[in-house]
């Protein structure tokens, strides 16, 4: 413990990571201070009691959970990072589909710079719909909204999206001047955020006697056996050996030297678990629109609810889809096998060219299919058993995966920075692999 506090101390001795830390501390509490200003006319307090009671069937709940409270708090940054991971959802999705997105993406940082720049007008234009569907559901409650009507619409949908705009421009900074990861940082803070109230109420509910001590107990040692369970697997990777040819050239001798390519049993980490809770809020909003518009559709909120049945299938699908996708996206195996045959490697026992792209690909179907299934099984499981079984839990599985995962890839863009100015990581005396593997 000496140690480990000995070298965490090595933080505050590197000036630029002093920095980049401050920067990205200051800019979360930028965020946090947002997520506290409600939107004008609307009772925040009436609004709490009706979620509370149970309101669209958990619908706003889980749509809270990646705004960090601020729209149960129905505050100006109450969409948070929702409109641009939708938007860089499609547009990842139609740059595999359409050609001319296709070949801006090999167009190196120009295309890079133009993808972003449509995936910004996405998000403004998502951000407004998904600003208006809120400001629709709420206002249709009788007691929430002060003065309902057009010109509450209309000056909510504004302000979200003002919002919306401005929190993906505090991640931008963070990519720029933080320590990276903006938009994934932005949601850890606001998931963190709960964690002391729901110690606080953990513990006034076993001195209420709402719960058993026992029960409170066993819940303590699960979450720390599940973090350590998704700590163990997050860092699980297969290595595969690459040889690397000798040359001659001159008097000297290169190569000759052996290497691995590490592949993570997870190597899209928590961007599936974002993407699908993303993605489901859309259904789910006009689902709950509809049915509590027209009566003869009430029993599509039953169906498709927070909670239920086919909503944990839909969620755990979209996970395993996403999980292969992303993958896909990031991990080009004819590509990988090119740069190794260029550099004058091969995989022993495979053929270098096509037959290593297929062994690439056969690895990564079969490490990533169990990582998938660990994926959405973690992410529902624990919501599923505390319905069922009426258990308190403190995360839900979507919300461990997300912190355990962002907390992860800090400390190792962290631990780089510490290595590469010869100091030891701050977490332990040897090194920590980041998700690269390097």
Known sequence: MIVQFS??????????LRKKLAFTLAVLAVYRFGAHVPVPGVNTSALSGLLSTGFTGGLISYLDLFS????????????????????????????????????????????????????????FGLSIIQGFGISALVASQPGIVINPGWGFRLTSVLIFSVGAMFIMWLGE????????????????????????????????????????????????????????????????????????????????VYG?????????????????????????????????????????LAFLSQWFGYNSFLFYVLQAGLIIFFAFFYTAVIFNPVELADNIRKSGGFVPGIRPGKKTAEFFDYLLTRIGFPGAIYLASLAILPSVLAYIFNFPIIFSGI??????GVALDMSSQIETHLIERRYEGFLSTGRLRGRSGR
Request: hydrophobic letters at 50%.
């Open 256 to 296: 000759g030297q052996s290497s691995y390519i590490p592949l993570k049993i997870n190597p899209s980490g928590v961007i599936p678990v974002i993407f699908a809770g993303a993605i489901i809020q859309l259904p789910m909003m006009i689902i709950n629109m509809l049915a509590s518009k027209f009566s003869a």
């Open 399 to 404: 919300s461990l995966l997300i912190v355990i």
């Open 68 to 123: 960090g409270g601020a729209l149960r708090n129905f505050s100006i940054f109450a969409l948070g990072m929702i409109p641009y991971i939708n938007s860089s959802i499609m547009m990842q999705l139609l740059t595999v589909m359409v050609p001319t997105l296709e070949q801006l993406a090999k167009e190196g940082e120009y295309g890079r710079k133009v993808i972003n720049q449509y995936t910004r007008y996405l998000a």
């Open 173 to 252: 900074q963070i990519n720029s001047h933080g320590i990276g990861n903006g938009s994934s940082m932005i949601i850890f803070a606001g998931i963190v955020v709960g964690l002391p109230s729901a110690i606080i109420k953990l513990i006034n509910n076993v001195q209420m006697g709402q719960t058993d001590p026992l029960v409170a107990g066993l819940l303590v040692l699960i979450t720390i056996a599940v973090i350590m369970c998704v700590v163990f697997l997050e860092r699980g990777e297969r290595r595969v050996p690459v040889q690397y040819a000798k040359r001659v050239v001159g008097n000297k």
């Open 7 to 16: 070298n965490f101390k090595n933080i505050f001795f590197v000036a630029d």
